[in-house]
């Protein structure tokens, strides 16, 4: 063994953090395509689109549920609260470790969320919405937290607006379209493939999808962008 292997940095083992975000990216559509088309109209991992639902809503539009997104907008704001605590726990160590937790954590809500659609169809819709929407809110307070620029994981506006403002065409050099135009790439195939199999399959395999996604990052992620 050598004295480089020896020292290796163990933040460095794995895959890297932006890969995984963009993985993350594509199983956020897959969450907004089952909450959406799902669980009627309302999203869990976009709450920028949820308020304004929840405006919809409450002017007595069709199709559009009070209830429904008031309770995706309080578990969002719940995990959220957890995701910070989580962050104020491991944020000052390890990333991959900090990291792994949040992914492991959201792996195990989007599993039970596949075995509650799977085994009872029926009555399951609040159930849903509110272990998508808490498992959104702590992925989305530990990648704010996280702070690898320009992915989110579930906001494509002001990657949008970077992406046009910051671009050669813009005031920038486009150093950064790149990654930006992966994240929306992402989204949008996470977005498409949700819909088909919500339209086609139903709502277990999205999720049990989204399930072994975050699983299988939270084993090989590192703590390095």
Request: charged share 10%; glycine share 12%; hydrophobic share 50%.
């Amino acid at each position: 063994m050598t004295a480089e292997t020896r020292t290796e940095d163990p933040e460095r083992r794995g895959v890297r953090l932006v890969a995984v975000l963009l993985v993350l990216t594509v199983v956020s559509g897959l969450i907004d395509a089952v909450s959406y088309l799902g669980l009627g109209r309302v999203f869990t991992a976009n709450m920028t689109g949820n308020v304004v639902v929840l405006g919809f809503a409450a002017a007595g539009a069709p199709g559009f549920s009070v209830p429904h997104t008031a309770t995706s907008l309080a578990c969002f704001l719940v995990g959220a609260a957890a995701g910070g605590r989580v962050s104020a726990r491991y944020g000052g160590g390890s990333r991959r470790t900090w990291a792994r937790v949040m992914l492991g954590s959201e792996a195990v809500l989007m599993g039970i969320s596949a075995a509650v659609a799977f085994f009872a169809p029926t009555g399951t819709v609040y159930a849903l919405i509110a272990l998508t929407a808490f498992a959104m809110g702590l992925r989305n307070a530990t990648v704010r937290k996280l702070g690898v620029p320009d992915l989110t994981t579930t906001v494509l506006t002001m990657t949008l607006t970077s992406l046009a403002s910051e671009s050669r065409a813009g005031d920038g050099t486009g150093h950064r379209s790149p990654r930006r135009t992966a994240s929306v790439l992402a989204m949008a195939t996470g977005a498409t493939l949700g819909a088909w199999l919500v339209l086609h399959q139903g709502l277990p395999l999205p999720l049990l999808l989204a399930a072994l996604a975050a699983g299988v990052l939270a084993v090989v992620t590192s703590g390095r962008e």
